[in-house]
């Protein structure tokens, strides 16, 4: 068989199992609302109940907090991912996959996509939310279109997390506990809502290792007035992304084949 013929048939089990997806959260607009309310009513908070607290030199504080809002509402939204998947081994989809010649990968993949063409959405819906409350643009067309592939990506990279969670848990409630429990510890140990140099110094080690902190702070020197290292926040948070995706896809298909035997 040729390289096309070996590379078609995984390529259609993709294509037809995003399908389904789509039709089934097509279905479901209240998934998007559940994703975009909770990041939005932090904004809201940080906005207008804490925000007058929080004093960032030489930045409006809206603007260092939206890029970072937006970060988290792709992290909420991949975090979610697995909640569905644990789903469908609790009601017996995925055994009703198994008479299917479906690939593996194929079947996870899928969800990936979905995840990643789902956030299409959500990304530009998250800017238009920052500046209905006050946020101001000052980079090029160009850097913000760069700034959000960068988050899409961040969102590919949780998306497997997330799977391999859901994988992992095997049920529902445990997986929402911790993408929970994830949305929390990403979004807050890192540069999202103050600068690393105002917490403990033993967390500070963490924070400034994180990924999130490295995409939050390339978004902001993208889309505001903050200056900093813009390539090396780009390495590094591509650095990690490429880390997470190499270690949890595997991962994920050896876990996923234990149901499929």
């Known amino acids: ?77 991949s975090s979610a991912l697995g909640g569905g998947l644990a789903e469908d081994l609790t009601s017996g989809a995925v055994d009703r996959m198994r008479v299917l010649p479906i690939t593996r990968s194929g079947f996870l993949t899928s969800r990936v996509l979905y995840d990643t063409a789902r956030n299409l959405f959500v990304i530009p819906l998250m800017w238009l939310l920052g500046l209905a409350v006050g946020f101001h643009f000052d980079g090029t067309l160009g850097n913000i279109v760069l700034g959000s592939l960068l988050v899409l990506a961040l969102g590919v990279a949780f998306a497997w997390i997330s799977i391999l969670i859901g994988l992992w848990s095997g049920s529902l409630e445990a997986t929402q506990a911790l993408a929970i429990l994830i949305f929390v510890l990403a979004g807050f140990v890192s540069s999202g809502f103050v600068p690393v140099a105002t917490m403990p110094s033993w967390l500070q080690g963490i924070a400034n290792s994180s990924p999130v902190t490295h995409v939050d702070n390339a978004l902001r020197i993208l889309t505001t007035s903050a200056s900093g290292p813009l390539t090396h926040e780009v390495l590094a948070a591509l650095a990690w992304i490429a880390a997470i995706v190499l270690v949890t896809i595997p991962l994920a298909v050896r876990r996923y084949s234990r149901y499929t035997r």
């Not at 007058?52 to 260092?64: E, K, P, T, W």
């Open 1 to 77: 068989m040729s390289m096309l013929g070996r590379l078609r048939q995984p390529t259609a089990d993709v294509i037809t199992l995003m399908q389904r997806l789509l039709i089934r959260y097509r279905r479901r607009p209240d998934v998007i609302i559940f994703i975009l309310i909770q990041p939005f009513i932090l904004l809201l908070l940080f906005r207008y109940v804490i925000g007058g607290a929080i004093h960032i030199q030489g930045v409006n504080y809206v603007d260092y907090l939206t890029p970072a809002v937006v970060v988290l509402a792709i992290i909420n939204a």
